[in-house]
């Protein structure tokens, strides 16, 4: 039934796609967890929507990515719970192994959402590259509660009896070994294979050997060169003789630098707004129209508590102002923990 739905040639060009995408999502998370991230190359193969409670038995995510530009329809990702908590490990700096948190609480579930939304929007721009077409997704819902339930809806919601299945290999150096799984609608997957295979076949012509070509021009082509030169003027007949030279390339040096610092590399000179908070207060509009010279707004915060300092609107340290040669500045004394970061990036987003 497989071989009728997708024939082995559309399964090598998804394959070859799916590999690519994930290629680019593996390094987007590599650099959020902190470790080498390799996705192998994926198996694809076609499977029945009555199949899915026993597809993928071990307790699991699901990863919900819906196209908004440039394709139409959405694919779930299927991750073991365990390999997510090795990820929220990670990104709270932890080993990945010892200190698994039993479930993944609010924050856990921020962070892996964040890793998400960078991992598939990579994997999205990768795809724009090879189609050559604008592709664009909305921020992916991660379900961890009730899973099956939110499966069978989202099939049901494709109305399609048949899903693409696309097996990847997710390795994390030492600390995960395991597998995920890209489920894609079959029209989705069609959608996107017939971009790519047109529906007309190319005639490549025979290839003549260079033998042949010259006895070709020996023979038969010396005559019909000879009747042509007749009927051209005498000033065409002469022509420069061009002399051809292979090319010669400059060898290229392999650079021998990690992956990790050359991409360190490339954010050096990127500018990020730096803010210093002394603190906030709530106003109604009555209160901010009879400010003028004069009035004290209060804050929520006493007098000598640290200055919150924010880089690109995500809390990251605190410190203490002092007073540099009639300018303000601030003494960092603090360092904000990981933790702590995600929680003020969620709410940096929530606003």
């Known amino acids: 039934m497989s071989e009728e739905l997708l024939t082995s040639q559309e399964k090598d060009v998804l394959g070859e796609i799916s590999n690519i995408s994930m290629g680019s999502a593996a ?12 996705i192998t190359v994926p198996r694809v193969e076609v499977v029945s929507s009555q199949e899915m409670d026993a597809f993928f038995p071990e307790e699991h995510i699901m990863v919900k990515v819906l196209y908004a530009e440039g394709l ?24 990945g192994k ?33 189609l050559g077409l604008r592709v664009s997704i ?74 042949e070509e010259k006895a070709e021009l020996e023979s038969g082509g010396a005559e019909e060169t000879g009747a042509r030169e007749e009927e051209q003027p005498p000033e065409k007949k002469s022509k420069p003789t061009v002399e051809a030279k292979k090319v010669e390339f400059a060898e290229f040096k392999k650079r021998e630098e990690a992956a990790e610092k050359i991409n360190l590399e490339l954010l050096m000179d990127v500018s990020l707004p730096v803010i210093v908070e002394l603190g906030r207060t709530r106003l109604a509009i009555s209160e ?20 919150d300092l924010y880089v690109n609107d995500v809390l990251f340290a605190r410190g203490e102002v002092v007073v540099i040669e009639e300018n303000f500045g601030v003494r960092i004394t603090e360092i904000i923990k990981p933790e702590e970061r995600i929680k003020s990036l969620k709410e940096a987003r929530a606003q």
Do not use: Y
Not at 147 to 176: N, P, Y
Not at 288 to 307: F, H, R, T, V
């Open 138 to 211: 909305s921020p992916p819902e991660v379900v961890f509660e009730n899973v099956s339930e939110a499966e069978k809806r989202w099939v049901e919601e494709q109305g399609e009896e048949s899903l693409v299945a696309i097996t990847f290999r997710l390795v994390v150096e030492d600390v995960i070994d395991s597998s995920m799984i890209q489920l894609v609608p079959l029209s989705l997957a069609k959608e996107v294979v017939s971009s790519l295979l047109p529906g007309e076949e190319v005639v490549v012509p025979e290839e003549t050997s260079e033998e």
């Open 72 to 95: 139409r329809g959405s694919n779930i990702l299927l991750i073991k719970n365990e390999d997510a908590k090795a990820m929220v490990s990670l990104m709270m700096g932890g080993d």
């Open 288 to 307: 901010i129209l009879d400010l003028g010279p004069g009035s004290i707004i209060e804050l929520d915060k006493l007098a000598g508590e640290p200055a």
């Open 27 to 38: 390094t987007a998370l590599s650099g959020l967890l902190g470790k080498r991230v390799e």
């Open 98 to 130: 010892s200190d698994l948190p039993q479930e993944i609480d609010e924050l856990g579930i921020s962070a892996l959402g964040e890793a998400m939304n960078q991992m598939m929007g990579s994997a999205s721009t990768a795809l724009s590259d090879f």
